[in-house]
T-cell receptor
Framework: DAGVTQSPTHLIKTRGQHVTLRCSPI?????VSWYQQVLGQGPQFIFQ???????GRGNFPDRFSARQFPNYSSELNVNALLLGDSALYLC???????????????FGSGTQLSVL | AQKITQTQPGMFVQEKEAVTLDCTYD???????LFWYKQPSSGEMIFLIY??????QNATEGRYSLNFQKARKSANLVISASQLGDSAMYFC???????????FGKGTRLSVIA
């Protein structure tokens, strides 16, 4: 079975541009979460979607938005890019909403975004 | 608020030796889960092991074991018989109940030496 797939793997943008990152979850997984990992840090939570509804949002500005499609794939959009948005963006999928403490997240390999 | 602290930026271990990666956490929730993930240079976060706050025994998964000391709020990862392929970043993470997100520490870079 395929794992979590993300596209593109690498992306270079300039300040002020817009970017769309894509994620396909593991088959049967209904929840998708997005994380930002700046170099030298651990991943930071951006969004969680379950059954096309936003279930959680981290401390990120409104320039960040996301959505989930009927096939459970997801897009992360970032507007008006800043140099500080340069990071590895990780997508993770899971079976359910994560109400329990033992809900395991399965991660993709990420999209490396460089903003020049 | 939940917080994970990993105080070892980098660790070296000889091949076939055991190594302990430290993790302390802070939370006021009585029910929580602790996770360890491995991140090789490819970028993918790979799940290694899970420990629930109410689990009586320390979790084990193959060569990985979790040394859970609840009173000290520590959840150290022990890797036995280290292999060259274990060289990677290791992240400790936690979540509480109620659909809270996974919170990660800053990670420890493990280098296994032949």
């Amino acid at each position: 079975d395929a794992g979590v797939t993300q596209s593109p793997t690498h992306l270079i943008k300039t300040r002020g541009q817009h970017v769309t990152l894509r994620c396909s979850p593991i088959s049967g997984h209904k929840s998708v979460s997005w994380y930002q990992q700046v170099l030298g840090q651990g991943p930071q939570f951006i969004f969680q979607y379950y059954e096309k509804e936003e279930r959680g949002r981290g401390n990120f500005p409104d320039r960040f938005s996301a959505r989930q499609f009927p096939n459970y794939s997801s897009e992360l959009n970032v507007n008006a890019l800043l140099l500080g948005d340069s990071a590895l963006y990780l997508c993770a999928s899971s079976m359910s909403t994560g109400e329990g403490t033992n809900e395991k997240l399965f991660f993709g390999s990420g999209t490396q975004l460089s903003v020049l | 608020a939940q917080k994970i602290t990993q105080t070892q930026p980098g660790m070296f271990v000889q091949e076939k030796e055991a190594v302990t990666l430290d993790c302390t956490y802070d939370t006021s929730d009585p029910s929580y889960g602790l996770f360890w993930y491995k991140q090789p240079s490819s970028g993918e976060m790979i799940f290694l092991i899970y420990q629930g706050s109410y689990d009586q025994q320390n979790a084990t998964e193959g060569r990985y074991s979790l040394n859970f000391q609840k009173a000290r709020k520590s959840a150290n990862l022990v890797i036995s018989a280290s292999q060259l392929g274990d060289s990677a970043m290791y992240f400790c993470a936690m979540r509480s109940t109620g659909n809270t997100p996974l919170v990660f520490g800053k990670g420890t870079r493990l280098s296994v030496i032949a």
